[in-house]
């Protein structure tokens, strides 16, 4: 059973940064690590992965530029640095993971879910 603890979100201005943290139990190194969020009335969309074996990255056109994903190995953390924020990134995100190491962007490739973290950007 992998367990994902979420922290970081809150609320800021628009042209504001926050950094969201998630820490993976278990053997994470051969992990893939997402990030999606969900606003109200909307579908949940991925923002950014990363591969924990290779650092491999991808993300969503609307995020490419201002968030940046990354890993912390020796706190089996992944982080997601959002710079520049944006009214339009409000939302829950959730941090994902698939044990199995080749998820994309799927959210039905992901087995295993954090509690998300509310995210919330004033214009």
């Known amino acids: 059973q992998v367990q994902l603890v979420e922290s970081g979100g809150g609320l800021v201005q628009s042209g504001g940064s926050l950094r969201l943290s998630c820490v993976a139990s278990?053997?994470?190194?051969?992990?893939?690590m997402g990030w999606f969020r969900q606003a109200p009335g909307k579908e949940r969309d991925v923002v950014a992965t990363i591969r924990w074996s290779d650092g491999r990255t991808y993300y969503a056109d609307s995020v490419k530029g201002r968030f940046t994903i990354s890993t912390d190995n020796a706190k089996n953390t992944v982080y997601l640095q959002m710079n520049s924020l944006k009214p339009e990134d409000t939302a829950v995100y959730y941090c994902a993971a698939d044990p199995r190491g080749w998820a994309t962007g799927f959210i039905r490739e992901y087995a295993y879910w954090g509690q998300g973290t509310q995210v919330t950007v004033s214009s």
């Open positions: 278990g053997r994470t190194f051969s992990y893939v």
